[in-house]
């Protein structure tokens, strides 16, 4: 079983739609919960991150971390076309010296 | 201005054959990273080196060798390569040590396919 489990997709919704990108973890170590975005033939790059437990918000975007239920979430508001990528989400315990990645959901947005 | 750069971007080879993949970071971090991503998007982390010192080895066959001449720079040379090496291979760094480790800057990879 995978550490960090997170359903890969694909994904296709129409633009101006609600996404919701979801992981769950079974490590309860865990303290950074982040969610990186990768564009086609591009490096990942880091959208958000949250510590511990909480809401954060970002503009059209907002992260979610369940500690009690190991879930995580991603939720774009308002989706544009731009925002088509995969999407990982990442996390780290306290201390740690790496990342452990989910899968990657791959997201389209269709105009 | 490239934080993090990566060459070649693209390596087309053949089984059984010997070949390196260069990364330069100009951010000052002390921690860079090589990762594998698969087909199917998974980024899995390889090998670590903290200030030249080498922190994580994951499980990767010894045909795989990293070296970090010094804290800016960290090559991967592969011997022998074979067609589940067919993948992108991502260079990243990260904040000094002790700072808590939420953000790495990547490369833009260099797509190896073995033929």
């Known amino acids: 079983q995978k550490e960090v489990e997170q359903d890969p997709g694909p994904l296709s919704v129409p633009e101006g739609a609600i996404v919701s990108l979801n992981c769950t973890y079974s490590n309860s170590a865990f303290q950074y919960f982040m969610w990186y975005r990768q564009y086609s033939r591009k490096g990942p790059e880091l959208l958000m991150y949250?510590?511990?437990?909480g809401n954060k918000e970002d503009g059209r975007f907002t992260a979610q971390v369940d500690k009690s239920s190991k879930y995580i979430s991603l939720f774009i508001r308002d989706s544009q076309p731009s925002d088509s990528a995969t999407y990982l989400c990442a996390m780290s315990a306290q201390g740690a010296q790496k990342l452990v990645f989910g899968q990657g959901t791959r997201l389209t947005i269709n105009p | 201005d490239t934080a993090v750069s990566q060459t070649p971007k693209y390596l087309v080879t053949q089984m059984g054959n010997d070949k390196s993949i260069k990364c330069e970071q100009n951010?000052?971090?002390?921690?860079m990273y090589w990762y594998k991503q698969d087909s199917k998007k998974f980024l899995k982390i390889m090998f670590s080196?903290?200030?030249?010192?080498?922190?994580i080895n994951e499980t990767v066959p010894n045909r795989f060798s990293p070296k970090s001449p010094d804290k800016a720079h960290l090559n991967l040379h592969i011997n022998s390569l074979e067609l589940g090496d067919s993948a992108v291979y991502f260079c990243?760094?990260?904040?000094?040590?002790?700072?808590?480790?939420?953000?790495?800057?990547f490369g833009p990879g260099t797509r190896l396919t073995v033929t």
């Open positions: 080196y903290n200030n030249k010192e080498l922190i």
């Open positions: 990243a760094s990260s904040q000094p040590t002790g700072a808590p480790l939420y953000e790495q800057y």
């Open positions: 951010l000052g971090h002390d921690t």
């Open positions: 949250t510590y511990s437990s």
